[in-house]
């Protein structure tokens, strides 16, 4: 099998970091089961976000000509692999999952020197991509089509589901290997070949990935990685003929002008966007539990999940002790390298994400709500080098303010008051996104009727908007996305197309759609 593995494919290249006296690790697109130089003569590099000393390796800044030669890569595999019966495709996935579980710690190792978010954290994102291999791997031997009685006399009918050929991959940093499973993985089982442009920020988790798909038997050509950034490598990738669907994980900006290249290209498109989820806390809630999911939903990734928790909506009765509480914890968690076991937060991925941060924590205060802890950077001693932030709370918020409304993506969260739980709920209602939301009761009616009235594609009772699993769908409504579900059989309707067939055994011309009467 391809190695694709900086180290073999240096070969001889590697040069002595002047950073940490290792060998720098440049890494190749990996195009038709073979490594490439970009076309582009250009590089960039990949650094650690705890301390930018750390050069984690150098990438290939790719061009519309790389992704064109990835492309034509896919396209010549998807010949065969198409032709490859799913049960099969299916054990190459699953011993994927067994070579990643084997290589997990080192994985997620590698993941938190370029993502920065903490161990634990990393090893959930492996093991998300695990979850998905194995279930993926079932769904080779299921897969279910429709069978149905025909309208006619000796006539069968039914409906397969068919791959659509090459499908392009754009992914962000937040979960670099769960979110490129949760794309990749699907795609293959069901005959599609791939082209994959991970973030700039982490595609060495990509890389590791995808390793293990190659070790495991994937053939050449089956996915194909192409890095860079977004405008130079991810934008060839909606113009181009050969590619018949994308599927984009990212911000809301930069989604729409997917949306539209994809549209006036007759391009399937699968969009998962921003967030600004909502945690429901009523007066009978159990508050340790609330505060515990409320800890971590907000800071949990840095807050930086597309389900992280970033407006609390607080019933008037418990407003105040509720927080007091999450102020005197958010004060004492412990920011980091997440390479530090003891560490329980990580730092911001890059210098524009801790700006855009601190952008908010100034509109915050210039919207009048209260900045009850943090919003400060953490410059010195182990913080110096890296994008730290502290973990930030806001209180006396109004639903309207900007900081209530705008996804942030970083460790700030908005307190607000609320007189009732219909007043909860709309407040909860009252934004563009809808992604998750969560609700802490011991009431059983409430219960439900949130489950019924949040405008969201996923609702949690009792547990913090973040911690979806793999075999349900994921996705959101309103301007989160554009009604594709990513996880579980659901994800499948986005990667084949029915194909409704009709076997007609009768020996003479039956005509459907007249009036058979007699
Ligand atoms: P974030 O702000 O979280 O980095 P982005 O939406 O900017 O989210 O990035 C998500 C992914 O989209 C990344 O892989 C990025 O390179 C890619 N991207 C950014 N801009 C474009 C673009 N104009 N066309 C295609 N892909 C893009």
Redesign the pocket.
Known sequence: MANIMANDITSGTSTVSPSNSGSIKIYRNFIGGEFHESLSGQTFENLNPADTRDLVGVFQRSNAQDVDAAVRAAKAAFAKWRLVPAPKRAEIIYRAAEILLSRKEDCARQMTREMGKVLKETRGDVQEAIDCAYFMAGEGRRMYGVTTPAELANKAAMAIRQPLGVIGM?????FPMAIASWKLLPAIVAGNCCVI?????TPLSTFNLVQALADAGMPDGVINIVTG???E???P??DHPEVRAIS????S???K??AQACAGNFKRCSLELGGKNPMIVMDDANLDLALEGALWGAFGTTGQRCTATSRIILHKDIYEEFATKLVARARKLKVGNGLDEAMEMGPAINQRQLDQDLKYVEIGQSEGAKLLCGGNRLCEGDHANGYFLEPTVFGDVTPKMRIAQEEI?GPVVSLIRCESFEEAVEFANGIDYGLSSALYTKDVNRAFAAIRDLEAGITYINAPTIGAEVHLPFGGVKQTGNGHREGGVGSLDFYTEWKAVYIDYSDTLQRAQIDNAD
């Open positions: 754009i992914t962000p940093w937040n442009k991970p973030a700039e920020d950034y977004g405008p490598a991810g934008a990738l909606l984009f994980t990212g911000s900006k930069v989604g002008l997917i993506f």
